[in-house]
């Protein structure tokens, strides 16, 4: 069994009386009529005394690079109640069977060893820890344990603000909270969930209840959220959080690159400009963290730099995961199964000996950046990072390998948004016209919009002056009579009150012209303002659900569902956008397909005019719609 570690033995050397000493330090009695020794004399003493003789850190927890490991990272769960886009791969997540993953008993029994070698901190983590049903009950028995002092939890906040006063009364006593956004639209978009207002309810109740700081992380992407960074900075002006920004990370299935990946430096610059003043905070020797304050703010920023500046060299970390293995590197696939030693009933011993060697076994550092991306590791989900989701979708066709968003795909061979695109078919939607490719050549995919369901071989791509005949279905006509319009003819929004709730869908298109030199670099992805097509997707997305705010007679629509793709043609060197929407209700949502085509459209336009400013949008229209009293209408 390994020695005391130093921090207990200087506890006990602090608490101990100046008239005996259990470890040994020399202890000077005063003679009568002699003054005392001064506490500050004494204290230096047994301080000196320490570091010449004091027993060593814990052997089973010390690699060979003489970094100690008293921190202790624990996933509590594999699942989620978000589905983060970044988080999973697009072929989902197998799960472990419920009997292969730790019991509490288990979990606790494996705290109980690592602290008693020296873990001085725990952190609880997932999946999402704070769905698991006894994690009050885990965090009042971990705060039992002696030499335990600090109890935290990494959570994406949904249920924080309903849990959070029953684990503070437990012992909870640090709180990182993941948010990778502060636009609610934005928010569903990233993690395919509402929740954005019990996230921030869940930061709040944390301040309210004295955690100082409340940690916020936030995994930076480009083309996604670093246009918020100053966003996220000014929360801190009157909140006492530490906003930490993380760069984004390689996991099997997430789809890394480089390209996404925004680095300490640059954000670091983006933040100078603005606050000119910011300043470097002290670091611990162990921290992850490069931490910077603006003077007179309440919180602080900070940045974790895991790709562009590693910090292997004071690492402190171990992980277990939720079916029990030990992870001694985040970024290394090598693991050892605790809990089949423990259920073959491995002693206390031998489970030491096992930990020793796999801390032993721990690199200097990990990979670089490009390796990493290149190495078998877990999913995020199954190592327990930042927010973490559970259930597996159904099988996406395969992308270049770098594309979190399935964007890079559509540049050769797949439409964009899949993720979306394989939810959409899960239910009957109606047929919009074909997509055709021809092949003009090896390895140029080519792209036609044929306004004709029975395209010839010889497609044209479509000019502004096109025109397509349409086609309708149902009892009823089109009405010859304006509907937003009162008796005297004043503007007057349509009463739908009456009217029944039925499936509403309809799809809407445009085009966007961009000429040779911007369509090359949106097709490779060089826009210094970043991905074009991922931003004008995620834009026709919001504009979908804020379509009554910008058409002053619609009326507010709750969408159950909206789809954007966008596609490339190389021949036109355009960009083809196709919108969809759905919803149950006594009103279409022809309106929000069209203003979400349109605002797809635009955007494209914003991103690309540095480059040119003969881009041409056209073609915005309606392609079908399907539900209400007026019958389906599908043009062909």
């Known amino acids: 069994m390994a020695a005391q570690p130093v921090s207990r033995m200087l506890q006990r050397l602090l608490r101990s009386s100046a008239r005996s000493c259990s470890s040994g330090a020399p202890v000077t009695q005063p003679r009568p009529g002699e003054p005392s020794q001064s506490a500050a004399e004494e204290l230096s003493r047994r301080r000196q005394f320490l570091r010449e003789f004091a027993a060593p850190f814990s052997a089973f927890l010390t690699d060979s690079f003489g970094r100690h490991h008293s921190y202790l990272r624990i996933s509590l769960t594999e699942k989620c109640n978000l589905r983060c886009q970044y988080c999973m791969p697009e ?8 009997a292969d993953l730790l019991t509490t008993e288990e979990i606790l ?3 109980r060893l690592f602290v008693k070698e020296g873990v001085d901190k725990i952190r609880l983590t997932g999946g999402e820890p704070l769905i698991r049903p006894d994690v009050v009950d885990i965090v009042a ?9 600090t109890i935290g939890v990494t959570t994406n906040g949904i249920n924080l603000a309903r849990l959070l006063p029953q684990l503070q009364k437990a012992g909870l006593n640090a709180i990182n909270i993941s948010l990778d956004t502060l636009v609610p639209a934005k928010f569903e978009f990233i993690v395919r969930r509402k929740g954005f207002h019990k996230v921030m309810e869940g930061i709040h109740k944390a301040i309210e209840l004295g955690y100082s700081p409340v940690k916020v992380n936030c995994v930076v992407m480009r083309g996604l959220n ?5 966003d996220f900075v000014a929360l801190t002006k009157g909140l006492p959080l530490d906003v930490r920004f993380i760069e984004y990370m390689p996991f099997d299935g997430n789809k890394w690159n480089f390209k996404k990946m925004v680095s300490y430096k640059e954000m670091l610059d983006t ?5 000119p003043e910011l300043e470097k905070l002290p670091e611990e020797e162990s921290s992850t963290a490069k931490a910077f304050k603006i003077p007179g703010f309440r919180g602080q920023v900070s940045f974790i730099t895991s790709m562009s500046e590693h910090f292997c060299g004071t690492c402190n970390r171990l992980r277990i995961t939720a079916d029990g293995n030990l992870k001694v590197c985040l970024f290394g696939n090598s693991e050892v199964s605790l809990r089949d030693h423990l259920r073959a009933g491995a002693s206390e011993e031998e489970l030491l000996r096992i930990i020793g060697a796999a801390v032993g076994r721990k690199k200097r550092q990990h990979a670089g950046m490009f390796s990493i991306s290149q190495t078998k590791n877990r999913p995020m989900i199954l ?15 395969n992308t270049s390998s770098w594309d979190p968003f399935g964007i890079q795909g559509l540049r050769h061979r797949h439409s964009v948004s899949n993720q979306v695109s394989t939810l959409w078919k899960r239910c009957p939607v109606p047929q919009t016209p074909p997509l055709a490719q021809r092949q003009l050549g090896p390895g140029s995919p080519q792209r036609h919009y044929s ?5 010839d071989t010889n497609p044209k791509c479509l000019s502004p002056m096109s025109r397509a005949s349409a086609s309708h279905s149902g009892t009823l006509p089109t009405s010859d009579q304006l509907t937003h319009v009162d008796t005297e003819g004043r503007a007057s929004m349509v009463d739908v009150g009456s009217k029944p709730d039925t499936e509403r869908v309809a799809v809407a298109s445009a085009m966007v012209l961009l000429g040779p030199v911007a369509f090359k670099l949106v097709q490779e992805n060089q826009l210094k303002k970043g991905d074009a097509l991922v931003v004008a997707q995620l834009a026709g997305i919001q504009a979908a659900k804020l379509t009554s705010q910008l058409i002053p007679l619609c009326h507010h629509v709750a969408l159950s569902h909206v789809q954007v793709q966008l596609e490339l043609d190389n021949t036109c060197h355009a960009v083809m956008i196709q919108a969809s929407c759905r919803a149950q209700g006594p009103t279409g949502v022809e309106m929000e397909a069209l ?11 914003d991103m690309c005019k540095a480059v040119s400013r003969d881009i041409v949008l056209g073609e915005i229209k309606l392609i079908s719609k399907t539900g209400g009293q007026r019958g389906d209408y599908h043009r062909t």
């Open 383 to 397: 190592i327990e990072l930042f927010l973490m989701l559970q259930d597996s979708p159904p099988a996406l066709p």
């Open 226 to 230: 670093e246009d918020e960074l100053l």
């Open 271 to 275: 933040l100078q400009q603005q606050w």
């Open 595 to 605: 203003t979400s085509a349109a605002v797809a459209a635009l955007t494209l336009y």
């Open 141 to 149: 028995q971990l705060h039992q344990l002696e030499g335990l002092r």
């Open 91 to 98: 072929e989902g997540v197998p799960l472990t069977p419920k």
């Open 109 to 111: 029994t494996l705290a």
């Open 451 to 455: 306004s004709h369901a029975d395209s």
